[in-house]
């Protein structure tokens, strides 16, 4: 079994979305800034709640049987720890692939790296990502980035960090899925205030991941599934069971849009393959019969009628690929 718990960092739990305004991105930025210490104390809130949280304790089983099998890579927080649910299976990172595999009929297993506390940061720096091997890695971050108030550049720098070193251990080909923030302002009820601030820094977090997957086509941003529980707080109507599947129901579909690009990447290197050998063949031949014309006659014409000849074949061999 392949499972990583990471250090500490830090994150608050998450519920329904409620509308509100939107704060304008450089004022967020402001906000936030200046607001650090009330982001501290709901950090510091944030630890002692995992402290004490219900997490699950059997055994991770991260197979799923079946024929050609693939593999995913899952790095996140609350949603791959399993915060508020008993068992493995009834986890975010679970529930999702058991929904791949069956939408795609094919064998599954998984990696998870995951700590309730994960940051951005820590994620990207750590020794190893357990990625090796995966087709589509899932990133499930944030949550602690948002209490930690790091800012928008930093986000953005680590995500993109974070894609390089998969690609070094996954290969170039591997597809990243990377899931949008929760609502955590309405996991308690929190001032008016507070809640602003921790919208807006989740809006500006989330935006900096839809920058880095607008600049990579190998990078999918899945929004956090949206409902309503019509104004109630979480410790009313909230369930940590529904959540799970929620999230796992809004992301299975993008993995396997991401699985199946991978699926046309790997096979794209292929047709270049054919391409470059056809090519080859065609070249070789034009200078085997330039070869055989040479002394029949004046070289010079000899020559350029064959590498006219070979242009013509070359560009027939890629137009064909």
């Known amino acids: 079994m392949d499972h990583r718990t990471a250090p500490d960092d830090a994150p ?3 519920v329904a979305p409620r509308r509100h305004r939107g704060v304008p991105a450089p004022l967020a930025a402001l906000l936030v800034g200046a607001a650090r210490p009330l ?3 709901h950090l510091e809130l944030y630890r002692r ?4 949280s219900i997490f699950p304790r059997d055994e991770r089983a991260p197979l799923i049987a079946g024929p050609r099998p693939e593999r ?6 609350v949603a791959v720890s399993g915060l508020g649910v008993l068992s493995h299976g009834m986890t975010t990172s679970s529930q999702t692939a058991a929904r791949v595999a069956d939408r795609r009929g094919r064998g599954l297993s998984w990696s998870e790296l995951t700590s309730p506390v994960l940051t951005m940061h820590t994620a990207a720096t750590m020794p190893s990502l357990t990625t090796e091997g995966a087709d589509v890695v899932v990133v499930l971050l944030g949550i ?9 550049t930093s986000w953005e720098a680590d995500l993109r960090l974070l ?4 690609r070094q251990e996954a290969g170039p080909e ?6 949008e923030l929760p609502p955590m302002a309405e996991f308690r009820p929190i001032p008016p205030v507070a809640r602003r601030l921790i919208t807006a820094q989740i809006a500006r977090l989330d935006a900096a991941s839809r920058r880095v997957a607008a600049d990579d086509d190998a990078v999918t941003v899945v929004p956090f599934p949206s409902w309503s529980l019509d104004g109630l707080y979480v410790q009313e109507l909230f369930s940590w069971a529904s959540m799970h599947r929620k999230w796992a129901e809004a992301l299975a579909p993008g993995v396997v849009a991401a699985l199946e690009a991978v699926d046309d990447r790997r096979a794209a290197p292929t047709g270049r393959h054919r391409a470059a050998s056809a ?5 070789a031949a034009e200078l085997a019969g330039l070869a055989s014309e040479v002394g029949a006659g004046d070289p010079a014409p000899v020559r350029r009628r064959a590498r006219r000849r070979a242009a013509r074949a070359a560009a027939g061999a890629l137009s064909a690929s």
């Open 163 to 166: 894609v390089d070193r998969v």
């Open 49 to 52: 709640e995992m402290a004490s």
């Open 12 to 14: 608050t739990p998450l």
């Open 72 to 77: 995913l890579a899952f790095i996140g927080s």
């Open 144 to 152: 602690a980035d948002v209490l930690a108030a790091t800012s928008a």
């Open 39 to 41: 982001f501290r104390v």
């Open 279 to 283: 090519l080859a063949g065609a070249v």
């Open 174 to 179: 591997v597809g990243v899925v990377v899931a």
